[in-house]
């Protein structure tokens, strides 16, 4: 493992809901300020059954601060039909995070197995300006995040930062930018310098202030581990600390690009959901502490 800078403090911590998918929102939000937790990333599906703005003003009022909404996105579709649908879908997760109070929509951008690759990156460009009127009009950021490419067939037709980067710098939005996932991106050769890109890019307009610690348009950091080896492709992510990632290093480079954001727990495992949620969410804090 590489040097590691100082673990991230508590006011730095924040994890998504769907970490602790078993729990109602109220109860995660109970259980996240207990153990000193200062932000909460919600899962469209905590909020089923529940007014978004009421659902905000709980959680400001438990002292949390409310670091984005997930998720947007799934733009790509081979029908015109598809893609307006799509559209509208994310007209309504922007007006949610804005009643929310979510300064961010996570955008997993979308892939169908009939449309080729470099169609689909077109078409994930497209609906993200169509969005991008009202995402300005109610000051809601949006961050693309690159998927693993096992992906590539149905969740994300980006798949790397680099791509990322390049769809925010043509959208050439300050609303725009990139959330940067350990577990999507690890591998990859280029990650260092695409992670300096994406800290330098838009030709120095400010990211929305909304957004704490976010740099040039990187919007989001997401950690988790990959265990080795995986046993399911979309829920067995491990706790920090239990993978092959150097998570540390990974958090060097997103600090030295300029961003001191959230550092956002997002761990889907069907083990972990299993367990004693209370007990989980202590171990989570304790995996900051010695593996981030
Ligand atoms: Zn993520």
């Known amino acids: 493992m590489s040097d590691r800078p100082i673990a991230p403090g508590r006011d730095r911590i924040c994890i998504h809901t769907a970490t602790n ?21 919600v899962w469209r599906d905590a909020l089923t059954g529940r007014e978004p703005g009421r659902a905000g003003d709980l959680i400001r ?12 996105g799934f733009f790509v579709s081979p029908t015109e039909e598809g ?21 961010l929509v996570v955008l997993v951008c979308g892939a169908d197995p009939g449309v080729p690759l470099p169609l689909a990156r077109d078409q994930i460009r497209d609906g993200i300006e169509r969005v991008l009127p009202l995402a300005e009009e109610l000051g809601v950021a949006l961050a693309i995040e690159p998927l693993h490419p096992m992906y590539a067939d149905t969740r994300s037709a980006v798949t790397d930062l680099a791509t990322a980067n390049s769809l925010a710098e043509q959208i050439a939005s300050p609303w725009v930018g990139v959330a940067v996932d350990v577990y999507h991106l690890w591998f990859d050769p280029n990650l260092e310098r695409e992670i300096a890109r994406a800290g330098r890019a ?11 610690g976010a740099a040039g348009s990187i919007f989001a950091f997401h950690v988790c581990d990959w265990r080795s080896p995986t046993r399911d492709l979309l829920t067995d992510r491990g706790l920090m600390g239990e993978g092959c ?26 083990e972990y959901w299993a367990m004693d949620q209370r007990t989980y969410i202590e171990r989570i804090v304790d995996a900051y502490e010695a593996h981030v």
């Open 21 to 41: 998918r078993p729990l109602p929102l109220e109860i995660a939000v109970e259980e996240y300020v207990r153990v000193g937790v200062s932000g909460i990333t």
């Open 202 to 212: 838009r030709g120095g307009a400010e990211p929305p202030a909304a957004i704490r």
């Open 61 to 72: 009022a438990a002292g949390l601060e409310v670091v984005s909404l997930c998720r947007g």
């Open 245 to 270: 990632i150097d998570i540390p290093r990974i958090r060097g480079w997103v600090e030295s690009a300029g961003f001191s954001g959230f550092v956002e727990a997002e761990i889907f495992s069907t």
């Open 83 to 103: 893609r307006a649908a799509a559209v509208e879908e994310n007209r309504t997760v922007v007006r949610e995070a804005a009643a929310l109070g979510a300064p």
